[in-house]
């Protein structure tokens, strides 16, 4: 299950609109390990009026939740989204850049749109959020064959690797150094498929 909690200050939650409280993702999360579902939870950082010490609140949650997998986000205005149409307003972004962005599922390095603090500064609050949790989100002692696997297709793409770790060195994100290892490995899988 993928809970989009969002943030752990009620204050945040209230002004996203959110008709739900920290309490309330408490209680859900201790249900879901109740019935031994695995969860997912994610969490959005960089909202107008967000201050650091409700992003601290909102990474004691996270910890506090215990999910199986833990992803931060930064606020993205997607167009049509009424952030979109407040971020457009209050000039927070340019509607052109937004375009040209390459918005996917993967995290951007610098956010889109930052409004209360530096792109700089909430990179370094998302890294520090999101590398805490590396551990708990990509080792399992469940996946040993398949990072046997990954360990091998690295060594036969020794390019491929010494570029995902160039990009890692500049970001420092192990989220981002293990989707770019993950990547590699689809692709090998994929090149192998189209020579059968």
């Not at 909102?58 to 931060?72: G, M, N, Q, S, W």
């Not at 909430?122 to 398949?146: D, E, G």
Request: net charge positive; with cysteine; charged share 30%.
């Amino acid at each position: 299950l993928d809970f989009g909690v969002e943030s752990g200050s009620d204050k945040t939650l209230k002004t996203m609109k959110k008709a739900t409280t920290v309490g309330a993702a408490l209680n859900a999360f201790r249900l879901t390990r109740r019935q031994g579902l695995r969860c997912c939870a994610t969490f959005i950082l960089g909202f107008p009026g967000e201050t650091e010490a409700d992003m601290e609140e909102t990474f004691r949650l996270a910890k506090d939740i215990r999910a199986d997998y833990t992803v931060f986000y930064f606020l993205t205005p997607y167009p049509g989204t009424p952030i979109y149409r407040t971020a457009v307003e209050n000039h927070w972004i340019e509607p052109a850049r937004l375009e040209a962005e390459r918005l996917t599922h993967r995290q951007v390095d610098l956010p889109v749109m930052a409004i209360e603090h530096s792109p700089e500064r909430l990179a370094a609050i998302r890294r520090r959020f999101q590398n805490h949790f590396f551990l708990r989100n990509y080792l399992s002692r469940h996946n040993t064959r398949f990072y046997l696997s990954l360990l091998g297709v690295l060594a036969r793409r020794p390019a491929e690797t010494a570029r995902c770790l160039a990009r890692f060195s500049r970001t420092l994100r192990l989220d981002d150094l293990a989707e770019s290892v993950f990547e590699i490995h689809q692709r090998w899988h994929r090149d192998r498929a189209e020579l059968r």
